[in-house]
T-cell receptor, first 110, second 113 residues
Framework: DAKTTQPPSMDCAEGRAANLPCNHS???????VYWYRQIHSQGPQYIIH???NNETNEMASLIITEDRKSSTLILPHATLRDTAVYYC???????????FGAGTRLTVKP | DTAVSQTPKYLVTQMGNDKSIKCEQN?????MYWYKQDSKKFLKIMFS???????INETVPNRFSPKSPDKAHLNLHINSLELGDSAVYFC????????????FGEGSWLTVV
């Protein structure tokens, strides 16, 4: 599966949109982009995933570039509770092997 | 109801002991996993079972043995515990029907003293 590159840390002001980037330049045509987050001391939490179209759910929006080599997770109105490590992962939907990198530590500040 | 539940949540034990961590999922998933997160916070897959059959087995000491009595359970047995086994162990599950999105439990904090 393709590797991903994320900034190690980011800050965001409470109430503002948090935009978390992810590069996956070697992504294959049948690989999806998944986003998870891990709030301190809790289990990783699924956020969203997509193949090539932009996706939105109650938690976030996922914007995937047309060439699929990068994506951005958007938390539209970040709250203090969104402070967490965010992981971007690419894998085939039929592959059970999900590998986590170092992720981006997002700190939402008052 | 908790979708993926693990017990115990906290476990402190002495070196050399044998311990087990239990995991149950009520999502009807057919694949279950064990992940380990060490003090450096890297989350690494250890094992994966699909319909009670082992499909992923990373380079893990053979002191670690997963056991899946049925599709809803995947227990982790650890023999002859060592200090380096101290970590948070996460159980997870997924299903082809749900796009193989993996759902995690809350973790079991193991401390070996």
């Amino acid at each position: 599966d393709a590797k991903t590159t994320q900034p190690p840390s980011m800050d965001c002001a409470e109430g503002r949109a948090a935009n978390l980037p992810c590069n996956h330049s070697t992504i294959s045509g049948n690989e999806y982009v998944y986003w998870y987050r891990q709030i301190h001391s809790q289990g990783p939490q699924y956020i969203i995933h997509g193949l090539k179209n932009n996706e939105t759910n109650e938690m976030a929006s996922l914007i995937i570039t047309e060439d699929r080599k990068s994506s951005t997770l958007i938390l539209p109105h970040a709250t203090l509770r969104d402070t967490a490590v965010y992981y971007c992962i690419v894998k085939r939907v039929d592959n059970n092997d999900m590998r986590f990198g170092a992720g981006t530590r997002l700190t939402v500040k008052p | 109801d908790t979708a993926v539940s693990q017990t115990p949540k906290y476990l402190v034990t002495q070196m050399g002991n044998d311990k087990s961590i239990k995991c149950e999922q009520n999502l009807g998933h057919d694949t279950m996993y064990w992940y380990k997160q060490d003090s450096k916070k890297f989350l690494k897959i250890m094992f994966s079972y699909n319909n009670k059959e082992l499909i992923i087995n990373e380079t893990v000491p053979n002191r670690f043995s997963p056991k899946s009595p049925d599709k809803a359970h995947l227990n982790l047995h650890i023999n002859s515990l060592e200090l380096g086994d101290s970590a948070v162990y996460f159980c997870a599950s997924s299903s082809w029907d749900s796009g193989n999105t993996i759902y995690f439990g809350e973790g079991s904090w193991l401390t070996v003293v």
